[in-house]
């Protein structure tokens, strides 16, 4: 004999994450228009409803607990029923009871994106950088895995002198709330429209934090993927920060992934080729941005015959100096395996001659005191705070 009332009800919920998968003729035609793409995961999400009209049997009950200690994301169940859109993003997004959002000042809109708006905001005297973002949005993108992805390596990561960290996250009913530091000193983008070409002094010392910052990355197991001057910020001093983690992926050093994302004048030649890629194509990034801070321009690029293959990087004519040109040639190999990709490799080239690495670490040598020419006001008052949401190419 046994229980011979209904059975529970089980809903049976499709994957809430799908793979995004781009199409030849849609792809050429994208990477025209876009520069910038959103990478996704796929992940499979379960909501567990039981009858209201009596408790579960003990078998269930059993079996409900077993299932979250053995099955993958199994774990945001709970005794008591959610909605589908909370289940989505626990355990990486607690649910709060209350408005906490209402406990920050807003002091005003900063930036706006695809999923939400970025606002700067206050509490107990302390400044922060409020992202809000809209669950529905979201999952219409089938962006899911890659926000949880993007909250928990820049909470992982967030401790890192180079990298924005992130304190508080959370979600309600219909939105996701991360509150991450505020750089007041604006982005590099804004600095390089001021200078157009920076002291050969200051490219070192920039270089070199956001080699520290990519190899720190690295060696937690996580691909950056979007490095660009609009994703680097400055604090009051003008050292680096880096921020927008939402094309980033947990990817153990030595690995490969094929997802094609980025901003188009960053990209890595074996991403544009469909290549499977690694680490190397940060390293690429950076020395698209060292050429525009030592020239104020991009590098030009040769292809084969068939206009499928990258073959090789021309350089502006204006490199400074002959440690410079070095410095660029290694890091714009077109080849993954000859380019430069390490920090241990980096220390050693002629750019960094008798350079303290150590120093650069502990922030020793403030960047504002090697811009010569203008004031200091002029440095760090920037037009505000741009965390910018990429699209899918």
Not at 348 to 365: G, H, R, S
């Amino acid at each position: 004999m046994g229980n011979t009332g209904p059975k529970p009800s089980v809903v049976n919920q499709s994957s809430v994450d799908g793979v995004y998968i781009q199409r030849g003729d849609d792809l050429c035609q994208n990477l025209n228009s876009n520069l910038s793409g959103r990478s996704f995961g796929s992940v499979s999400s379960h909501q567990s409803t039981y009858s209201v009209s009596r408790p579960w049997s003990r078998v269930s009950r059993r079996r409900w607990k077993e299932s979250t200690l053995t099955l993958p994301y199994e774990s945001s169940k709970t005794a008591w029923p959610v909605s589908q859109t909370e289940s989505f993003f626990l355990p990486e997004f607690p649910l709060l009871t209350g408005d906490k959002e209402k406990k920050y000042k807003n002091l005003g809109e900063i930036n706006k994106g695809a999923f939400g708006k970025v606002y700067r905001v206050e509490e107990e005297g302390r400044v922060y950088a409020l992202k809000v973002l809209s669950k529905s949005k979201i999952i219409k993108e089938n962006a899911v895995r890659q926000v949880k992805d993007e909250v928990q390596i820049q909470r992982v990561c967030g401790h890192h002198p180079f990298i924005v960290h992130c304190p508080f996250h959370w979600q309600s009913k219909k939105r996701l709330y991360i509150v991450s530091e505020y750089v007041a000193g604006g982005e590099l983008y804004n600095l390089l429209k001021t200078y157009t070409v920076l002291p050969v002094a200051l490219v070192k010392l920039y270089v070199a934090q956001l080699a520290l910052a990519l190899d720190f990355l690295h060696n937690a197991g996580v691909i950056y993927r979007d490095l660009k001057p609009e994703n680097i910020l400055l604090d009051v001093e003008g050292n680096v920060q880096l921020i927008d983690f939402g094309l980033s992926k947990w990817l153990s050093y030595g690995k490969t992934t094929r997802t094609i994302c980025g901003t188009l004048l960053y990209i890595a030649p074996e991403i544009l080729a469909r290549q499977e890629y690694g680490h190397g194509v940060d390293w690429w990034s950076l020395g698209i941005i060292a050429c525009l801070m030592l020239t104020g321009k991009y590098p030009s690029t040769e292809t084969d015959s068939g206009g499928e293959e990258m073959k090789m990087v021309r350089l502006p004519r204006k490199v400074p100096d002959v440690g410079s040109r070095d410095l660029l040639l290694r890091l714009l190999h077109t080849q993954p395996t000859k380019r430069l990709r390490s920090l241990r490799t980096l220390q050693t080239i002629a750019f960094y001659k008798n350079f303290n690495f150590e120093d650069v670490k502990l922030k020793k040598v403030r960047p504002i005191d090697l811009l010569p020419g203008a004031p200091q006001e002029e440095v760090v008052e920037f037009d505000g705070f741009d965390e910018s949401f990429d699209t899918v190419l």
